[in-house]
């Protein structure tokens, strides 16, 4: 064997320590953020969803195309006028983890205690106290079919045309008992039907660059995974037809070891159904991947370059050999990829959030101003807390001039204060209470500092809804619910390329407010 030049070991041992960074070496917006510790090493499968997983779509076209199939299906199918085709429909009245109430017309967003924060009906916000005779009477029911959860960005075109609609329609005049509800219901059936009809994905893969992602780090995040001796396969619930277009456009032809995208994955599982796929026990059938017709026989175990459709957890786990939290499922949705795993499988979770990206570049610019913010309502607790002092003591200077004067009016005139003692109390009272207006006034100024950088903070995520994330000091509801279910969390896929796929991913530790 040829002797290795020292000038060229050198040059191999500088592209070896280039290529291993530290998690403060890599952008925020493409770190990979842990809920709860994760052994990498103890991970023997990964599975991943497709759509808005290892598919990310360019959502501006997305949505653009989902309206305009929805109110073809609208206009053409259930009778609505031609009219509300021009109307205008603006994005940033959708953003993920709204709530939709179909019979009083409104969208909300909650805080992760499920209280209500921002509210509108059509483009009209509500008032404080339009908001709090609605939903602060009683527990809102979010099992109850009145509500809509709006988890996935599949279902923003949903929102954006709701509120555009409400008040369209009430412009025309009373609103029949039901409307609103129906309004929703008709929405969300011809955006169904142009999912289930295949008129949206038909559009998509005859221009897949147009609304597809082609991430260039994927093929190679996935090689990754496979080199370091983990199984990898695929669970979607789009069918073998439009799941082989997006997958070629992504993968074939990426990495030369791999002639087909199906050869990155040990098991390839379409028309899932999910969360179907994790309650009921539906069985699995292979298709041929020549045709996307289904191959007679019962599936008894996996092979490799083989596709299957439907099947279930269990069998899942029985014929991979693999089980619990020896599996990491890397998804988009909640509900369908994330949570019933979480509850009852014991599956590894990770959350693809797109617009995560979006959200930390923004933070980042906004950092000097989110530095203040904070400052700013730290100072105010402080101030808050020392108004109660203030007028604890106030209160105990007049307890103590309105008890003498009681004992003196009963036992006149030795029990009377001496004169000095008197003034003295009359003095100290005097200054509590200039310095507590003094307070006051000092705090009333840093509220409405608070009030006015916090909505302008707010307004730059989003100009009716804020951050994704976040809502008000609180965690929003899809925020607090991607802590509870989800693991790991990331803005993409390829993300996972930083870090070694041995990582143990630790979670930061997360004071209570009595430790800080």
């Known amino acids: 064997m040829a002797a290795v ?21 890599v952008a925020r917006r493409h770190r990979v953020f842990c809920m709860r510790n994760l052994r990498m090493d103890q991970v023997e499968m990964i599975g991943f969803d497709m759509d808005y997983t290892l598919a990310l ?14 109110l073809g299906k609208l206009i053409g199918g259930r009778g609505y006028p031609e009219e509300i085709r ?118 998509i893969k005859q221009a897949l660059p147009e609304y597809i992602v082609k991430d260039p780090d994927l093929a190679e995040t996935l090689h990754k995974l496979r080199s370091s001796g983990k199984k990898l396969f695929l669970l979607t619930n789009s069918l073998f037809d439009y799941t082989d277009v997006v997958m070629k456009y992504l993968l074939d032809g990426a990495r030369t070891p791999y002639p087909s995208w199906r050869n990155y994955f040990d098991v390839v599982i379409v028309g899932g159904q999910k969360p179907v796929f994790f309650n009921e026990q539906r069985p699995f059938v292979a298709i041929d991947p020549a045709t996307g017709k289904q191959l007679p026989g019962e599936v008894k175990s996996f092979g490799r370059d083989k596709v299957y459709q439907g099947g279930n957890v269990v069998s899942f786990e029985q014929m991979s050999g693999i089980r619990g939290e020896n599996v990491l499922y890397i998804g988009d949705h909640i509900y369908g ?108 100024l840093m509220a409405e500092e608070v009030e006015m950088l916090e909505d302008a903070t707010e307004r730059a995520f989003n100009s009716n809804w804020g951050s994704v994330l976040r809502e008000g000091n609180e965690n929003s509801r899809f925020g607090e619910q991607v802590g509870d279910y989800a693991d790991l969390y990331t803005s993409r896929v390829s993300n996972f390329l930083s870090y070694s796929p041995l990582r143990y991913f630790r979670a930061p530790r997360r004071a209570m407010p009595h430790e800080m």
């Open 337 to 444: 990829d994330i949570l019933r795993l979480r509850k009852a499988y014991m599956w590894r979770t990770a959350l693809v959030i797109q617009e995560l990206e979006g959200e930390l570049a923004l933070g980042e610019r906004l950092d000097g101003q989110l530095r203040d913010l904070e400052l700013l309502d730290r100072r105010r607790r402080n101030l808050e807390s020392e108004i109660d002092f203030q007028g604890l003591r106030l209160k105990r200077m007049q307890r103590l001039l309105d008890d003498a004067n009681a004992q003196a009016a009963a036992e006149p005139p030795a029990a009377m204060l001496a004169p000095g003692l008197r003034q003295r109390l009359e003095e100290t009272k005097r200054q509590t209470k200039a310095s507590l207006d003094s307070l006051r006034d000092r705090a009333r």
């Open 57 to 70: 779509y360019h959502q501006a076209h997305m949505e653009r195309l989902s309206i305009d199939l929805t």
């Open 86 to 203: 021009g109307l205008h429909y603006d994005p940033q009245w959708a953003i993920r983890g709204l709530m939709v109430d179909r019979h009083l017309g409104n969208v909300f967003k909650m805080d992760r205690h499920s209280h209500v924060g921002r509210c509108y009906h059509g483009t009209r916000k509500l008032t404080p106290d339009e908001r709090k005779q609605a939903y602060r009477n009683e527990k809102i029911n979010l099992s109850s079919d009145r509500y809509e959860w709006i988890d996935t960005l599949f279902g923003l075109p949903e929102v954006v045309m709701y509120i555009t609609l409400v008040d369209w329609l009430e412009r025309r005049g009373p609103v029949a008992e039901g409307g609103l509800d129906k309004l929703f219901g008709d929405i969300r059936l011809s955006i169904d039907e142009a999912h289930r009809d295949d008129t949206l994905k038909s559009v």
């Open 5 to 25: 030049s020292a000038p060229d070991l050198d040059a191999q041992v500088n592209q070896v320590l280039a290529e291993v960074r530290t998690e403060i070496d």
